[in-house]
């Protein structure tokens, strides 16, 4: 398996709270992504990286941001959290050529 | 822009029977083709990829896939299926030359019953 890893894996927070995800790989990919997945709609893509401090928004963008201070780590932050940001979220991490490798996911449930 | 198009939300199946999960897309440009499978709880797992070649492609577990470039499909295909093929498949479409992002199709739930 490719060495990335999400944390926390799983949390419940309350509306309104600001809320970082973390994405850490070992395996030096030049691209790292974040996707919600919700049920009926399969995976969206959220924010992407093309190196470090590049990044570029995805087709569900809105009420995230995102960070790369290092090739290692990519940051999701929901600024304010709300009851439809309740979702499984996966990290993902690419050489190109479209083959991606995922992490194991990070439930998060907004109350 | 690409699209992707699963045709069975969910498929039931006989162990040891065989299978197809079908799969459409939709581009303006040449494409590269994946299958990604997801186990219970697990995050996503390539399957099988079509880059360029060969129409027929195969991957992991005895999955196989065929591009079909005038039916711009990409269907998956397995002769007799086991009880550990249970999960959820997605297909996904890059483009060629900007493929650093995939599009994916909402998913088919291969549930296999004894």
């Known amino acids: 398996d490719a060495g990335i890893t999400q944390s926390p894996r799983h949390k419940v927070t309350e509306t309104g709270t600001p809320v970082t995800l973390r994405c850490h790989q070992t395996?030096?990919?030049?691209?790292m992504y974040w996707y919600r997945q919700d049920p009926g709609h399969g995976l969206r893509l959220i924010h992407y990286?093309?190196?470090?401090?590049?990044?570029d928004k995805g087709e569900v963008s809105d009420g995230y941001s995102v960070s790369r201070s290092k090739t290692e780590d990519f940051l999701l932050t929901l600024e304010s959290a709300t009851s439809s940001q309740t979702s499984v979220y996966f990290c993902a991490i690419s050489e190109g050529w479209g083959e991606q490798y995922f992490g194991p996911g990070t439930r998060l449930t907004v109350t | 822009a690409q699209s992707v198009t699963q045709l069975d939300s969910q498929v039931p199946v006989f162990e040891e029977a065989p299978v197809e999960l079908r799969c459409n897309y939709s581009s303006s440009v040449s494409v590269y083709l994946f299958w990604y499978v997801q186990y219970p709880n697990q995050g996503l797992q390539l399957l099988l990829k079509?880059?360029?070649?060969?129409?027929l492609v195969k991957g992991i577990n005895g999955f196989e896939a065929e591009f079909n470039k005038s039916q711009t499909s990409f269907h998956l295909r397995k002769p007799s299926v086991h009880i550990s093929d249970t999960a959820e498949y997605f297909c996904?479409?890059?483009?060629?030359?900007?493929?650093?992002?995939?599009?994916f199709g909402k998913g088919t739930k291969l549930t296999v019953n004894p």
């Open positions: 990286s093309y190196g470090v401090k590049d990044t």
């Open positions: 395996e030096n990919h030049r691209y």
């Open positions: 996904a479409v890059a483009t060629r030359g900007g493929s650093e992002k995939l599009v």
């Open positions: 079509y880059l360029s070649g060969s129409t």
